[in-house]
């Protein structure tokens, strides 16, 4: 549980309907009757206070943050426990290791009202909380279908690891917006200010080697890259760039790490030699 999320009265009312299952012989999920006694009769009220004065005795606020602004980040003893109340059954195995190494994305997982600086933290915070964001899901008759986004996170991954790790780097590559639904209207404003059809998904303005930048077209493991997509790759490769396409995560980011690794702008080295 990251923090005391429930009100009293939310936490009386939810006490009320287990003691009303209890009388009508209704059991628990793992089969046992509901367990009462240790309430004695009192409401919620005296456990919250005393959580609260505990958690405020070793300096930190209700939600396991320090003080008692919730957006202040919990101590990295409390943040280890809370680390532990995180369902990581249904997340990707790398997921899990952000979640472990980065404290920053761990808080903003777990405490509430606590929001990140980075986009791409708070992108893999929601991500944690529903997997769903990225595999999709079937429609079924209680719940509407939803499309998986790999590419997307694909692209969250890089700009994450590249703000972590290559901070410079990071500041000098931007994402080249060409997917997803637009009214027709925002679609040709787009063109009218000099969207081009085919453009590669991330640009690196950073000039290594005898190339003057990087342009990197993402695909997920099985998807491939159009004709125009390809064509705009040659342009670029003739104009000094270095151009590729690759799919999933991994040959994307050693295609970047590849490239960040050449020497600064000399016009002969070559990843290709």
Not at 144 to 155: L, W
Not at 187 to 192: C, D, N, S
Not at 238 to 256: E, H, L
Request: charged content about 30%; overall charge positive.
């Amino acid at each position: 549980m990251a923090g005391l999320r429930l009100t009293n009265d939310e936490v009386n009312k939810l006490l009320e309907k287990q003691q009303n299952m209890k009388n009508r012989g209704i059991k628990s999920g793992s089969g046992r009757e509901f367990d009462l006694s240790s309430l004695q009769g009192r409401d919620s009220t005296t456990s919250v206070a005393r959580i609260r004065k505990a958690k405020e005795k070793v300096g930190m606020g209700a939600g396991g943050h320090i003080g008692n602004d919730r957006t202040d980040k919990p101590s990295r003893k409390y943040l280890a426990v809370l680390k532990q109340g995180i369902n990581t059954l249904y997340l990707p195995d790398w997921l899990v290791t952000y979640i472990k190494d980065d404290d920053e994305l761990a808080t903003t997982i777990c405490v509430k009202g606590y929001e990140a600086k980075s986009p791409h933290v708070i992108a893999l915070a929601q991500l944690a909380k529903d997997p769903i964001l990225m595999t999709g899901r079937k429609k079924t008759v209680e719940k509407k279908g939803k499309k998986a986004n790999y590419e997307h996170y694909i692209q969250v991954r890089i700009f994450y690891e590249l703000e972590r790790f290559y901070p410079d780097i990071y500041k000098l590559t931007k994402a080249v917006p060409n997917g997803g639904l637009r009214h027709d209207s925002v679609g040709w404003e787009m063109l009218a200010e000099g969207q081009k059809t085919g453009s590669p998904d991330i640009d690196i303005e950073v000039a290594k080697g005898k190339y003057f930048g990087m342009k990197l077209e993402v695909k997920t493991e099985n998807n491939k890259a159009t004709a125009i997509q390809l064509d705009k790759i040659e342009l670029y490769n003739d104009a000094g760039f270095y151009a590729v396409v690759r799919n999933g995560f991994d040959n994307c980011w050693s295609a970047i790490i590849e490239y960040i690794s050449l020497p600064d702008f000399d016009f002969k080295t070559d990843l290709n030699a």
